[in-house]
């Protein structure tokens, strides 16, 4: 079955960086889109980034130019490069995977970021 699995959220100062990890199990990793979603508390789920099979990426506008998505299709993970990290970059942050013939969406269980002095 599809399980991802997140890594690499932690507590971190304003200004600080972290990078997080979602290893992938279960799926063909090149035929599938992925993406980083997150939720902070009494807020909707927002997608941050989102990268194509082809290496393709987007950002939500609160992240451009700070966070970086990329892939390593050996390694069937996804990474989240986050910089310049904002208190309002709290929530907890979902890997989410979706094939690319299909409109499903398979999630992570989350990991935690917190950025606070």
């Known amino acids: 079955q599809v399980q991802l699995v997140e890594s690499g959220g932690g507590l971190v100062q304003p200004g600080g960086s972290l990078r997080l990890s979602c290893a992938a199990s279960g799926i063909d990793f090149s035929r599938y889109d992925m993406g980083w979603s997150r939720q902070a508390p009494g807020k909707q789920r927002e997608l941050v980034a989102f990268?194509?099979?082809?290496?393709?990426?987007n950002y939500a506008d609160s992240v451009k130019g700070r966070f970086t998505i990329y892939r390593d299709n050996a390694e069937n993970t996804v990474y989240l490069q986050m910089r310049s990290l904002k208190p309002e970059d709290t929530a907890v942050y979902y890997c989410k995977a979706r094939p690319v013939w299909r409109l499903i969406d398979y999630w992570g269980q989350g990991t935690q970021v917190t950025v606070s002095s």
């Open positions: 990268i194509t099979n082809s290496g393709s990426a």
